[in-house]
């Protein structure tokens, strides 16, 4: 018995706040703090890696979530179009494997290969990172703009307004968002709903 609660105390060190994390976090405008995870490739990443970057198109998502399988391929087009304009995808799975084994960072690295992701895909093992930016559901986007030497957030939300369809999306949130930025422009649409599992 002893030796049970000490396996689960140790689930519970691993994983500090499992379940949803806190839905405060960053607001558009705020800076963000760099964050250091481990990608598919065993490699730890952080944002400063990249200093040619103009900004980031962070996701938080994962593998088992209907949602984030819908929008799996929209996420890749977002990076094939926008890393050679300097905004690249990175893609962070929060979800607790205990209460989700298909979210393992096993799996991560086999749904990576399979999918052939272009962009890294980082386990965030203690969902401090998700807590800190104030993600709650999969997929749930934040557009990063880079401003002198910080980073801030210049969209929070949704990728586009339909969910089941891609073909049938009537407005492309985060393309917009993209395209007010690279002009020069403040984001017109800075916030929507994400609509998508509840991080686990």
Same mark, same amino acid.
């Given at each position: 018995m002893a030796i049970l609660g000490s396996f689960?105390? $140790?689930r519970g060190r691993y994983f500090a706040a499992s379940g949803n !994390?806190?839905?405060s976090g960053y607001q558009v405008g705020d800076q963000v703090t760099d964050f250091k995870l481990k990608n598919v *490739? %065993? #490699?730890?990443?952080?944002? &400063? *890696?990249?200093g040619d970057a103009r900004g980031y198109i962070v996701v938080f998502t994962c593998n088992t979530c209907p949602f984030a399988q819908a929008y799996e391929d929209r996420i890749v087009a977002l990076h094939q179009q926008y &890393? !050679? #304009? %300097?905004y690249p995808v990175v893609a962070i799975n929060p979800n607790n494997p205990w209460l989700s084994p298909g979210d393992s960072y096993g799996s991560m690295q086999k749904r990576a290969r399979?999918?052939?992701?272009?962009f890294p895909y980082l386990v965030d093992a203690t969902q401090d990172v998700a807590r800190r930016? %104030? &993600?709650?559901?999969t997929p749930q986007v934040y557009v990063l703009q880079r401003a002198g030497s910080a980073i801030q957030v210049a969209y929070i939300g949704a990728i586009d307004n339909n969910s089941e *369809? $891609?073909?049938a999306a009537t407005t492309k949130y985060v393309e917009q968002a993209? &395209? *007010?930025?690279m002009a020069g422009k403040a984001v017109a649409t800075n916030f929507t709903k994400a609509v998508g599992c509840t991080i686990k």
């Open positions: 689960f105390l $140790a !994390p806190s839905a *490739d %065993g #490699q730890l990443v952080t944002l &400063a *890696d990249n &890393a !050679p #304009q %300097g399979v999918k052939n992701y272009p930016f %104030g &993600a709650t559901r *369809d $891609a073909k993209l &395209a *007010d930025l």
